[in-house]
């Protein structure tokens, strides 16, 4: 760099200078961005821009033989949402692809509970607000040991909506070590309340003494001493799709009574109910088979 | 005379049948207040924004297929159909030729940049069939349209064959055999004379901008 005092603009104008010229240089790019950018990238931006993608790790450091949790943890622009994995009526759930090294397994995410989101036109989807934090397994094979070092990297496609919907995109990359132990790391806090969204299994249900029962094609579910249910479906091959839902798929008190179609050759109700009982709210996954598939 | 009361036995016979028919019409009707595979579509007027009225049923008088699209050119999955592919065009151009009727309806909110846009946006894309308004959302309700795109299709006699998506490829990147358009099959048995063998389908896109 020149530093001779002919090449040095003199301190009065040096800070105007500069200011003026960074002016320039983002007007001249955004012009830019603007002419070259079709309405179709633009909006794609802008959907980007409503929600942020991270990655972040549950502990210190991968370990090999144990299942690692990562996040995919988008941080969402207030008044927006994204979509559960089941939409519900429109819209749709995020999509990830992963970019991972050799001896890395990426499983299927753990889906926190939604929220229902009712809008004119009867319109019934399952969605968040504020945040998403997807959790998913990593496991290591055994061609990846201790000392080494593993990086993910996703990329999210997404839909996002308020009274608009954009396409938007986000990606992130994570680099981890591989270690035999490790440590809960500074994203801790984060797992922890997301983990309280996660809908337990339905064979971990024992303790709340869940009743079903099929009358035609109505399925009744009852949660003893529950002051508050809501029905989330799953939808899948032979999974039978509760009807009228904005009626039916929340109560107060403790029973639900979920209205069907045909049922046809439907093997299953798979189900995410949200609890309100004795002052809490737990989410437990439910599985019922239809009448005459028990 | 003996044949006049058998004729007004007849008579009276005939008007308590029509009435019963016609109950049990009424009756059956109000469950399927919504369109309905398999029944008559409700029949509807609109105006498409450039001012041109339309009728369900005089197309059908005409004894057409009708096609509908439930439309929001701000919606991604709209956009992906108009402008990053050229699904709408090519069906309606292609079938437009075999007498079916293709019509866009946007049952956008006033208030909604999908309703705001929409003139624009016809233009910008040239929709060749016109675009109806919908905005109070009278027609969007009667078919239970959630979704843009939300594709129904109607045939000659009137009757609602086809309700669902467009195709199987919400992500826009599916081709060859992998790819399959929903309407263009029901189309094609319709052409054929048979009946329509994926009648339903979940639809994708983003929810209808009804009004409140």
Sequence with gaps: MNRSPEHRPTNRFR???????????????????????SPVHAQMQQGSD????????????????????????FAIEPMWHLYWKNPGDSGQPPFLKWDTPDGVSVGEPLWPAPLRHVSPGDILDY??????????????????????????TVNADFLICKDVCLFGNGSDTIALTVASEAEPSGAHPLFERTRRFIPREADEASELNIETSWSDATLRITVPGATGLVYFPERGEGLADAVDLIEHGQADGDTLRIPFDDLGEDVAVHAVLTITRAGETTHQTIRVPTPGHD | MKLNRIAAALACTAIAV????????????PSHDKATVGHQAPD???????????TLSEYLEDEKVVVLEWFNPTCPYVVLHHDK???????????????VVWLAVNSSNTENPGYTKCA?????????????????????KMYGA??????FVINADGVLVYNGAIDNDSRGNKSGNDKVNYVANALDELLAGNAVSMATTKPYGCSVKYAK
């Design chain 1, 15 to 37: 800070r105007h200078d500069i200011r003026a010229r960074r002016i320039l240089a983002a007007a001249f790019a955004s012009l830019l961005v603007t002419t070259l950018a």
């Design chain 2, 18 to 29: 029509t009435g019963i028919t016609m109950t049990a019409a009424a009756i059956a009707g």
């Design chain 1, 50 to 73: 409503l929600a942020t993608v991270s990655l972040k790790a549950e502990r210190s450091a991968l370990v090999p033989g144990e299942t690692n949790w990562i996040a995919v943890h």
């Design chain 2, 120 to 140: 624009d946006m016809i233009e910008k894309w040239n929709v060749a069939y016109p675009v109806l308004d919908d905005s109070d959302g009278t027609v969007g």
């Design chain 2, 44 to 54: 509807f007027t609109l105006t498409d924004f450039n001012g041109n009225s339309h």
């Design chain 2, 85 to 99: 592919q050229s699904t709408m065009a090519d069906l309606s151009a292609k079938y437009g030729k075999e007498n």
């Design chain 1, 127 to 152: 969605t968040y607000d504020h945040e998403l934090a997807l959790l998913v397994p990593v496991t290591l094979d055994r061609t990846v040991g201790p000392g080494g070092s593993v990086t993910l």
């Design chain 2, 146 to 151: 959630m979704t843009t795109p939300h594709m």
